[in-house]
DNA sequence: GATACCATACCGTCCAGCCGGTCTTTTTTG
DNA sequence: CAAAAAAGACCGGCTGGACGGTATGGTATC
């Protein structure tokens, strides 16, 4: 039993990548953030790029677990693709910087982007599999991830009301694919 | 007349981003990829925002020049969508880096991206007003961003036949919508 | 000789990782 | 069960290198 587990370092290294960005994504940064001493964090991730590893397995993981979750509610042939689209949407509505470690990840290596890189294959073929118009899923696919990435880089604001617009349409075209 | 011109010293940036990860992009290592002191650099960007700043309107400036000889290509009513989601494919197809700029930008200081931010803005808006159906014509486009940040980030491989089909597919897409 | 261009040397800071040591918990052993 | 020993968790200081930026001086061109 410790003190401080490793979630709860994981959550401070991604609050301080939201809160001062990627390039503040410091070693003492993240120690002071959860009341720890650097040697104490080093004592659990022996290095930035285990901790790196870690912050990006944990997206995955949570991305896995929504998905799941939407799946349940839509299974129906074709529910896929919709469980894959929301998940994305609520990803990118949870206060949390989460996805931003891709930003501090892909900065420090791109090399650590491996497993993501193959998460997203693995689940492009599984909707392409699970659709009669596989081009058709992929391309709506690409077009949730085409809002998320612009939402992670912040190259697009959030108040807009095309984005409520945009996720139904989304959905929509997605059901009508079945 | 200088031996070494703005432009080089963008694209030595560039390359040294695409080569060794945003991370590493530091003057020394800029100055040394186009043969340069250091000092030399700083006398034609005064600090390292100020490069990262000039990496980004190259991009910019580089996008609209390719969405404008497409559209030339493309001058029917709708055809600024069409030319957008071309111009897309083709920065992606370039050799260059370029756009990873964006990442070593964001990591380092996210507010540099409000430029692009504008920017990106400005060309929604236009192609929705072009398009008899927004929504969709909006959809088109965050699909082919979609497949272009992933390209960028490096989630995805280029190698994959999967892109020829997508491409022809959201062209034809968007040309039937005008 | 003034201005643009560039090199060298240097400074202050930041930061990842290491290390010795302390305190606590668990395991081993008599 | 109690004492001893080992393992785990954590701290704080330190260092060596990297990096952004400055200061100074040299060279070429007009």
Wanted: net charge negative; glycine share 6%; aromatic share 4%.
């Amino acid at each position: 039993m410790s003190k401080v587990d490793k979630e709860a370092i994981i959550r401070a290294a991604e609050d301080v990548v939201r809160e001062n960005g990627a390039r503040k994504l410091t070693l003492d940064a993240v120690a002071n953030r959860c009341g720890l001493s650097k040697g104490g964090l080093l004592h659990h991730y022996g290095s930035k790029q285990a901790l790196l590893q870690a912050m990006l397995q944990s997206v995955v993981a949570r991305e896995s677990e929504l998905a799941n979750a939407y799946l349940d509610c839509n299974d129906q042939p074709g529910g896929l693709l919709v469980s894959r689209i929301q998940t994305l949407f609520a990803m990118m509505e949870e206060p949390a910087g989460l996805p931003r470690s891709l930003i501090a990840a892909v900065a420090e290596d791109p090399a650590l982007l491996e497993p993501i890189k193959n998460q997203e294959e693995r689940i492009r073929n599984k909707v392409c599999d699970d659709s009669s118009d596989p081009e058709m899923a992929l391309l709506l696919l690409c077009a949730a991830r085409g809002i998320f990435f612009g939402r992670v880089l912040g190259v697009v604001e959030e108040d807009a009301p095309l984005f409520r617009r945009l996720r139904e349409r989304l959905l929509k075209l997605a059901q009508d694919l079945d």
